[in-house]
T-cell receptor, first 113, second 114 residues
Framework: QKEVEQDPGPLSVPEGAIVSLNCTYSNSAFQYFMWYRQYSRKGPELLMYTYSSGNKEDGRFTAQVDKSSKYISLFIRDSQPSDSATYLCAMKGWDNAGNMLTFGGGTRLMVKP | NAGVTQTPKFQVLKTGQSMTLQCAQDMNHNSMYWYRQDPGMGLRLIYYSASEGTTDKGEVPNGYNVSRLNKREFSLRLESAAPSQTSVYFC?????????????FGPGTRLTVT
């Protein structure tokens, strides 16, 4: 079993829909939780990060962490065609001298006009 | 700033050939990483360099070697390429190992081994 599981999709939604992307994990040592966005044939870019449990909002994006359930989510409100990309969750523990991240497999999102 | 640059962008190798993937960053970052990305597998860490002069194995190091040439440059070498190494390779860097969370990625190298 992978340390971080993510539904690969593809997830296809109409423009304006609310999108929910999720990851589950097994390592209780993870403390930092990140979402990266990767456009086709590009490198990933950091979208949001959260430390420990709770919510964080940035414009149309909300990241949510539930450490008790080992479950994180990314919500996209009023989705736009420009949000079409692969979304990767990533995590790391507190004591991580190499700053190594553990990534999920990515969910491909398509927002149709 | 160019950020993280990688060369080449594309490469086709025959089984058994060798090649070196180059990576450079101009952000004065201490830590650098090499990942491979395969469909449905996400990003898997091959090797990393927490600081200049150090390198360590990641999750999938077999068949690869690395060199941290200086603070800016981190190369990945395939000594004898195999079809299983067909993948997209990404280099990344981060400011300070341990406390930072954001890794900056290059545009990737698409490698096909026939």
């Amino acid at each position: 079993q992978k340390e971080v599981e993510q539904d690969p999709g593809p997830l296809s939604v109409p423009e304006g829909a609310i999108v929910s992307l999720n990851c589950t994990y097994s390592n209780s040592a993870f403390q930092y939780f990140m979402w990266y966005r990767q456009y086709s044939r590009k490198g990933p870019e950091l979208l949001m990060y959260t430390y420990s449990s709770g919510n964080k909002e940035d414009g149309r994006f909300t990241a949510q962490v539930d450490k008790s359930s080992k479950y994180i989510s990314l919500f996209i409100r009023d989705s736009q065609p420009s949000d079409s990309a692969t979304y990767l969750c990533a995590m790391k523990g507190w004591d991580n001298a190499g700053n190594m991240l553990t990534f999920g497999g990515g969910t491909r999102l398509m927002v149709k006009p | 700033n160019a950020g993280v640059t990688q060369t080449p962008k594309f490469q086709v190798l025959k089984t058994g050939q060798s090649m070196t993937l180059q990576c450079a960053q101009d952000m004065n970052h201490n830590s650098m990483y090499w990942y491979r990305q395969d469909p449905g597998m996400g990003l898997r860490l091959i090797y990393y360099s927490a600081s200049e002069g150090t390198t360590d194995k990641g999750e999938v190091p077999n068949g690869y070697n690395v060199s941290r040439l200086n603070k800016r440059e981190f190369s990945l070498r395939l000594e004898s390429a195999a079809p299983s190494q067909t993948s997209v390779y990404f280099c990344a860097s981060t400011e300070l190992a341990g406390s930072s969370y954001e890794q900056y990625f290059g545009p990737g190298t698409r490698l096909t081994v026939t």
